[in-house]
């Protein structure tokens, strides 16, 4: 499908759950947020039937998020049911890492290998303190089991200003002995309450950085629906990439749509939701129904975050929680 830019739109982003385990301060304040009834949530079924109207229109990657999806009971039996379906050849997870490990080997089996981990600091009081919870090995020991098995490992940290700047160049040394791609992410305001004068170390601060300790480094072509510029260091086993989150600097590439787990549908990240494709499914429309409304919100897609964000601005409604987004 093309949206009204001409973009090729082929990429979902489900969350199955807005829960999480842990209460990182950039995504939810410390007292959590209020949490959907189940009833709220779209069903696997409800999921699956999304998947299979999206695969006849062109869809070709989905990634799963929440909250933690490995929250949600059951998680395993909509994995089997995606990998499954025709459509996906790329089927992809963001997870925390917490509750990962015995997954490990029914993942390899259904041939689910690329994970996105998040890790914000390699220091133990820096992930405590930014995590509020106390799982960093948990963590890192994931982190080792998804490579000894060959899972194809994407590390996400949110760069903060004045929290974890100096942990920069210690995550980007994984990319050196570990085949796995180290991306780095500009704060965003979305931690469920907005973050007045928020004070960002900016992509380009982080490239910064990575070009004092990297001096050869490589700037890579992108691919369609990249968001990160891509770096490689000579001699690293990975690469390593720049999001830049806030700044936006990717839109024009953008070939996502995102569902939220109440199945609000949002074209952009910074839109306010646009539909809400769990209630429409309810009412009993049909797949051919179903897939024609999907056409339609894929044109009602903003030219770029800047343009999404200006038309929720009549709205006093603060920002969501990442984990009520979908990461």
Same mark, same amino acid.
Not at 151 to 172: E, R, Y
Not at 293 to 302: D, Y
């Given at each position: 499908?093309?949206?009204?830019?001409?973009? $090729?739109?082929?990429?979902?982003?489900?969350?199955?759950?807005?829960?999480?385990?842990? *209460?990182?301060?950039?995504?939810?304040?410390?007292? =959590?947020?209020?949490?959907?009834?189940?009833?709220?949530?779209? #069903?696997? %079924? %409800?999921?699956?039937?999304?998947? *299979?109207?999206? =695969?006849?229109?062109?869809?070709?990657?989905?990634?799963?998020? =929440?909250?933690?999806?490995?929250?949600?009971?059951?998680?395993?039996?909509?994995?089997?049911?995606?990998?499954?379906?025709?459509?996906?050849?790329?089927?992809? /997870?963001?997870?925390?890492?917490?509750?990962?490990?015995?997954?490990?080997?029914?993942?390899?089996?259904?041939?689910?290998?690329?994970?996105?981990?998040?890790?914000? #600091?390699?220091?133990?009081?820096?992930?405590?303190?930014?995590?509020?919870?106390?799982?960093?090995? +948990?963590?890192?020991?994931?982190?080792?089991?998804?490579? %000894?098995?060959?899972?194809?490992?994407?590390?996400?940290?949110? /760069?903060?200003?004045?929290?974890? $700047?100096?942990?920069?160049?210690?995550?980007?040394?994984?990319?050196?002995?570990?085949?796995?791609?180290?991306?780095?992410?500009?704060?965003?305001?979305?931690?469920?309450?907005?973050?007045?004068?928020?004070?960002l170390y900016r992509a380009k601060d982080i490239h910064t950085d990575l070009k004092a300790q990297y001096p050869g480094l490589e700037m890579l072509p992108s691919e369609h629906g990249d968001t990160a510029d891509l770096i490689k260091?000579?001699?690293?086993?990975?690469?390593?990439?720049?999001?830049?989150?806030?700044?936006?600097?990717?839109?024009?590439?953008?070939? *996502?749509?995102? /569902?939220?787990?109440?199945? %609000?549908? +949002? $074209?952009?990240?910074?839109?306010?939701?646009?539909?809400?494709?769990?209630?429409?499914?309810? #009412?009993?429309?049909?797949?051919?129904?179903?897939? +024609?409304?999907?056409?339609?919100?894929?044109?009602? +897609?903003?030219?770029?975050?800047?343009?999404?964000?200006?038309?929720? $601005?009549?709205?006093?409604?603060?920002?969501?929680?990442?984990?009520?987004?979908?990461?």
């Open positions: 499908m093309k949206d009204s830019f001409d973009r $090729t739109i082929d990429y979902v982003r489900i969350a199955v759950t807005d829960r999480c385990n842990l *209460r990182c301060f950039y995504c939810m304040p410390a007292e =959590g947020i209020p949490y959907e009834p189940k009833q709220h949530l779209l #069903s696997y %079924e %409800e999921i699956t039937r999304v998947l *299979r109207v999206l =695969g006849g229109l062109g869809f070709r990657k989905v990634r799963f998020t =929440g909250g933690e999806p490995f929250l949600r009971k059951d998680f395993m039996q909509l994995l089997e049911n995606t990998a499954g379906l025709p459509d996906y050849d790329s089927i992809h /997870i963001t997870s925390n890492g917490t509750l990962l490990q015995k997954h490990i080997p029914r993942l390899k089996q259904l041939g689910i290998t690329k994970i996105n981990l998040s890790i914000d #600091s390699l220091d133990p009081e820096r992930f405590h303190k930014i995590t509020r919870r106390n799982d960093f090995d +948990k963590v890192m020991r994931t982190f080792a089991l998804l490579v %000894e098995n060959g899972f194809k490992i994407k590390l996400n940290a949110v /760069i903060m200003h004045g929290i974890n $700047t100096q942990d920069i160049i210690p995550l980007a040394e994984l990319a050196k002995t570990h085949p796995v791609d180290v991306r780095f992410i500009e704060e965003m305001p979305f931690n469920g309450g907005y973050k007045e004068n928020l004070k260091v000579p001699g690293y086993q990975g690469n390593i990439g720049v999001i830049a989150a806030f700044s936006r600097t990717f839109c024009h590439t953008c070939n *996502r749509l995102r /569902i939220s787990s109440k199945g %609000e549908i +949002k $074209t952009c990240l910074y839109d306010g939701g646009v539909f809400n494709i769990r209630d429409y499914m309810r #009412s009993g429309v049909t797949d051919k129904e179903l897939a +024609k409304k999907f056409q339609e919100l894929v044109k009602l +897609k903003p030219k770029d975050g800047f343009a999404a964000e200006q038309s929720r $601005t009549n709205t006093t409604t603060p920002l969501e929680s990442m984990s009520v987004i979908g990461g």
